[in-house]
């Protein structure tokens, strides 16, 4: 983290904080959620609203939240920022919902008001407490990157909001002030104004926003972000995907009135730079390429009960699988025609180059599976007939999938893995465009390290 500052996710802000902190009852980084809170407050907004709301942001996390909203109030106090340029990144960021002018205040004059109330609020837990200075972010190659992100937005953002000199004002914000709350300002503006923001940019924002240390949701939550088409490729993943993620989210413990709205929300879950529907389109063109292969009824059940632990029994409930795949299926169709209506889901080509490797793998791992069994004390499926059942899908599905499958297999069985055969494992998922940590997220604790 720049400057030695803890980065805010490290502070306990969220995915879920950004910039709808307000809006999910959380916060982000003090005064831009603040300012969220005041645009969806409306245009009458008056100076005893406008407190609550600094009020109820100071006392998020027992208090703890009151230090960022103290921490930006004196940011801008302590530059040397005129009050035009102040009162513009106000009613920029929050979408003109309240004016000080209009209640006989300067802009300075109100900012100190959210440092008193700040104050005042971390009192309540140390009555010693004094603010400390303020820590400005003045990185210069950083807050250049920022100010090029601003200048490419400028001609939207200019367009978009009758404010004079506003791209002028933001920038001073982050040259003159503080980098990180003029980045923040700066996509409060664009949030505010639903000022369209290009797929190339906002993966540019993101990632000055891990610069800054924001949570991703910082920069993502309320962006007007223009998408590219829904894709299956493996670009903005990490972990796991498709069918054998799924899987893995049906393990003991999971935690949904019913499997269907187990998958439902698994459908959900693009993280930050994936368009909106790839992950269903992944899980769509996984389950669909068993469905439609000669894989038998009791091998995918057989593969299912394995791949999740026998976390979710399907034989328990009638249920074969082939049947339940479908339902997987009926899902995914139904979340891709909501999010994105004009996908047509359809299968990628199967790269079977790399099919008698994974089957090397797989056949070396045998005999140690073919001592364990699944789920040992209630209806135990034999190792050996899980590992068959992989090969099967390696051969008549999809090698890519078979060894995310055989993966998940080596997580629940726990087996031991040699650093030489985890190197190997890593030149696969190299070879099938897996994201970095898909492996570290699964079977690295079974390596046995010398």
Known sequence: MIQERPAYYELGYGEDFGLTALTALTALTALTALTERLGLAGSDAGPAAA???????????????????GEDARRLLASELSERTLRTVWLASTGNAFDPADHGMTCREWLERISEVSTARLRQNKRSYTPPPVRPVRDAGLCQAVVAELRAAAPALAGASALPDLVDALERVVTGAD????????????????????????????????????????VHDGLHIVWPQVSTTRQGVSGDFGLSRLAGLFTAGWHHRTPRAAVENAVTYDGYERPPGS????????????LDSGLSDDS?????????????????????????????????????????????????AIHTETGDA???????????GAGKAISPAFRP??????????????????????????????????LPLTEERYARYEALGSRFQYG???LLFSIDHLVQRS
Not at 279 to 290: G, Q
Not at 358 to 368: F, G, T
């Open 381 to 414: 499926l034999e190792g050996a007939a899980v590992m068959a059942a992989l090969e099967q899908v390696v051969i008549q599905v999809d090698p890519d999938l078979g060894f995310r499958l055989f993966l998940r297999t080596l997580e629940v069985l726990q």
């Open 179 to 218: 980098g990180d709350l003029g980045t923040r300002l700066f996509l409060r503006a664009l949030k505010a104004h639903a000022v369209p923001v290009p797929y190339e940019q906002y993966r540019r924002l993101l990632a000055l926003g891990q610069q800054f240390g924001f949570p991703a949701g910082a």
């Open 279 to 290: 992950e269903a389109a992944v899980l769509w063109e996984d389950t669909r390429r068993m």
């Open 436 to 438: 970095e940590d898909h």
């Open 300 to 348: 995918i059940t057989v593969l299912w009960l394995a791949a999740t632990n026998r976390g979710y029994n399907i034989d328990e409930f009638g249920v074969g699988g082939r049947k339940w795949l479908e339902q997987v299926v009926e899902v995914c169709e139904e979340h891709l025609a909501a999010v994105a209506p004009a996908y047509l889901p359809v299968a990628s």
């Open 358 to 368: 994974v089957l090397r793998e797989i056949r070396e791992m045998a005999p140690l």
């Open 51 to 69: 407190l609550a709301c600094a009020e109820e942001i100071a006392d998020g996390s027992e208090g703890e939240e009151a230090v960022e909203l």
